[in-house]
């Protein structure tokens, strides 16, 4: 069988690269040698593992893509860039036809959303490519549904420690939100608290050295109003793997669905664990 064409945009990035690294060591993947990158990347070219990747500049996107289309057919785009650049990315996906994979948190989701169902084209979105905690947050979704209003009158404190250059809050901390709404406890996002400070998530957060770089820690402390009943759920993850393991299984996954004929089509991870 072929192997599935998959361009990794966002490169050099860390996300971008440790996802790269991950679709070179599955021989069900290839590489595509050419990534979009951000107008501020100096470099023309990156390596990924033994392969030689081209920056393709914003400028250039229109002509690069069309000749890669031309060339390797269908290709999945793999988006790991900043947020500011989401939905102007999505735009061009669908605007010319490709897939992709969104795993870049931030932008206007409902936009995000809105503007593959109006394309001839579908997506894998997932503010969390972590296929453990997508199923963490499937067990939230399972008690809001079946416990609505459960912990009404429960304080709710968000902690969540990303390294230094993520530039947005966390997409994970901001889709429990809506959870711990629906069990009875108002929050809103900017009552997150977020911490990108190397000092602090070394001293006050435990966060290994090596680690500082690429991490996602997160705690959800709830508390009654006497101050007698504590819940907290944790999940730290250090470096960036389980979110790269993932993006390959929803690459595979996404595949599937365009074989099958998907268009205009905005599936999940939960999608992706379910594989139907």
């Known amino acids: 069988m072929e192997p599935i064409k998959v361009m990794v945009n966002g490169l050099p990035g860390n996300m971008s690269n440790k996802a790269a690294e991950h679709i070179l060591q599955d021989s069900g993947l290839k590489l595509i040698p050419y990534a979009l990158t951000g107008p501020e990347i100096e470099a023309t070219e990156t390596q990924v593992g033994p392969e030689a990747v081209k920056l393709i500049k914003p400028d250039e996107s229109q002509q690069m893509i069309e000749s890669i289309k031309r060339d390797e057919g269908m290709v999945i785009c793999v988006d790991y860039t900043h947020p500011n650049a989401v939905n102007d990315n999505a735009a061009f996906y669908c605007e010319n036809g490709i897939p992709f994979v969104m ?98 998530q070394r001293s006050e957060w435990g966060v290994p050295e090596p680690y500082l770089s690429g991490h996602g820690w997160h705690t959800y402390a709830l508390r009654s109003e006497d101050d007698t009943v504590c819940f907290q759920f944790t999940h730290n993850v250090n470096g960036r793997d389980i979110y790269a393991w993932g993006t390959v299984n929803a690459i595979h996954y996404l595949a599937k669905k365009v074989g099958e004929g998907a268009k205009g089509r905005v599936f999940t991870m939960i999608d992706v664990l379910k594989g139907v």
């Open 103 to 200: 795993g870049t948190t931030g932008g206007d989701r409902a936009a995000l959303a809105e503007a593959v169902q109006k394309s001839e084209v579908a997506a894998v979105i997932a503010p969390n490519m972590a296929k453990q905690i997508v199923a963490f947050q499937a067990m939230m979704e399972y008690a809001a549904d079946t416990f609505p209003g459960v912990f009404k009158g429960y304080g709710l404190e968000i902690k969540e420690s990303h390294q230094q250059g993520k530039a947005d809050t966390s997409g994970t901390a901001k889709a429990m939100i809506g959870y711990f709404n629906d069990l009875g406890i108002p929050f809103s996002k900017d009552q997150i608290t977020m911490e990108r400070d190397p000092e602090v």
